[in-house]
């Protein structure tokens, strides 16, 4: 059958030679967005571009004419490239970076690999995202020993980098002298008074680099470097990250462990996350997830030849779609076209910071970063809604639900719009994406929206 004819309409294709159209809306006509639909939540799935999408089709299409020969033969060389392309972008070596469904699917190949004793400590904080948090849980929920016990570190905003740092290192210390008997011997390969094949306790700590909610910057270079003086693992929940922080240098940074969504701020199809595991850690990761045809058993002799084959087990986990993985080329060629990394995050960052005042100006509230220091691309400002200084006090556990899911309906049935709206340290809060397409009407348009719905609010339910 002849592969069917293609003809990219507009907006699914350009011309590289020819400069891109300003940022802002004139930016809309490269998205599938609904004309009129106000998006400022790109940070939870992602808004891929519509010539990465074209391209994607075209590969589907592609992949169905001689499904034996792409799965066998041609879809390894192009994933191996999009792999290359994602290590250059983070710093990375290529062989330290394979590619796996989304962020959540890479935090449980990590949780899920170590070796867990009694004694062993899963770190975790009050802003950690839901699933991760509770993937923690289970690890120390499950009726299989041994597992870890389970801990949080809680953080509530308005915070400073400062603060973040502090309360992070001190808290560490307090957990470790609060088990001064429990020899916390297994420390990372980079952390003084590290031996190999050490059988004592260990204490894991995962670390936003950007926050889900609220959409807050950590100062996590610097808590790496905490974990490393403390011999705590380092476990890095970046899915915000890459697109959205430039200049990410892990050879650098060295964490024990990276991962971050490429379909959320890189352009990337859904889904499409990126694992860094540094060589020194790759004896942690014995399986990906699901065990691949690769995988190789840790007392035998290929063993000591391929060590865990990291990268080969996640090259090949049983069938799937493989357009996401390999859209990565599309969607770095097309942000290149737009100016490269810097001019992206140069525009989105001030879209942010302007919008966000703007939208706390038209609901007459506040944005919860004063300072600029915690904010990348995502602004949270306060919803006009009554603030609880005691858990309680105003919002029982009914209407914090009734209000998320009214929030929720209005928004998306009624204004056709949308940003993230969470409940934090008392009070509600939106954290608004701001992506090459918008502009600071769509902050406006957002405020006018979250005013009336928040009068609803009022009058119905509290």
């Known amino acids: 059958m002849p592969m069917p004819k293609l003809t ?151 915070l400073t980098h400062a603060e973040i740092l502090d309360r992070f290192r001190t808290r560490l210390r307090e957990i470790k002298q609060e088990r001064a008997n429990t020899p916390f011997s297994d420390v990372p390969p980079l952390s003084p008074g590290h031996r190999t094949g050490d059988k004592g306790n260990k204490i894991v700590a995962i670390i936003d680099s950007i926050v889900s909610n609220p959409g807050a910057l950590f100062p996590w270079q610097e808590m790496v470097c905490v974990c490393r003086e403390e011999g705590v693992w380092s476990v890095i929940d970046a899915a915000h990250s890459i697109g ?65 084959n990291f990268v080969m087990q996640h090259e090949w986990t049983g069938t799937a779609d493989m357009a996401p993985y390999l859209s990565v080329l599309d969607a770095l060629s097309f942000r290149n076209w737009l100016g490269g990394e810097k001019a992206i995050n140069d525009y989105c960052h001030k879209l942010a910071l302007d919008g966000g005042k703007r939208l706390a100006e038209v609901m007459k509230t506040r944005v919860m970063d004063e300072t600029g220091e915690l904010t990348v691309n995502m602004s949270d400002v306060l919803l006009p809604l009554p603030v609880e200084k005691t858990p309680g006090e105003v919002y029982s556990r009914e209407q914090l639900v009734k209000i998320n899911l009214f929030l929720r309906e209005k928004l998306l049935n009624e204004w056709n719009a949308y940003a993230a709206h969470y409940f934090h340290a008392g009070a509600w809060w939106c954290r608004c994406s701001a992506q090459v397409f918008n502009e600071v009407s769509d902050f406006e348009y957002l405020g006018k929206a979250f005013n009336a719905i928040c009068q609803e609010i009022r009058d119905t339910i509290l």
């Open 8 to 158: 990219p309409s507009e907006g699914e294709t350009y011309d590289a030679s020819q400069k891109p159209p300003p940022f802002g809306h004139a930016m809309k006509q490269y998205f599938a967005l609904d004309e009129d639909y106000v998006n400022l939540n790109n940070g939870s799935y992602g808004t891929p571009p519509l010539p990465v999408l074209s391209a994607a089709m075209r590969l589907g299409y592609e992949i169905e004419r001689i499904p034996d020969k792409f799965h066998r033969l041609t879809y390894r060389p192009i994933l191996v490239k999009s792999r290359e392309s994602v290590a250059k972008l983070i710093g990375a070596d290529p062989d330290e970076v394979v590619l796996v469904p989304n962020a959540t699917h890479a935090l449980n190949t990590v949780l899920r690999n170590f070796e867990w004793r009694e004694g062993d400590l899963l770190i975790g904080a009050s802003t950690t995202y839901g699933a991760v948090a509770n993937t923690i849980r289970y690890l120390a929920d499950r009726s299989e020993q041994p597992r870890p016990d389970a801990l949080f570190i809680e953080f509530n905003f308005p």
């Open 244 to 308: 959205q922080e430039v200049d990410i240098n892990l050879s650098e940074s060295k964490p024990d462990f990276w991962l971050s969504n490429c379909h959320k701020w890189l352009y990337a199809k859904r889904g499409c996350a990126v694992l860094y595991v540094p060589k020194r850690n790759q004896y942690i990761i014995k399986s990906s997830i699901p065990t691949s045809h690769e995988y190789v058993s840790p007392g035998s002799e290929e063993a000591k030849v391929k060590g865990t």
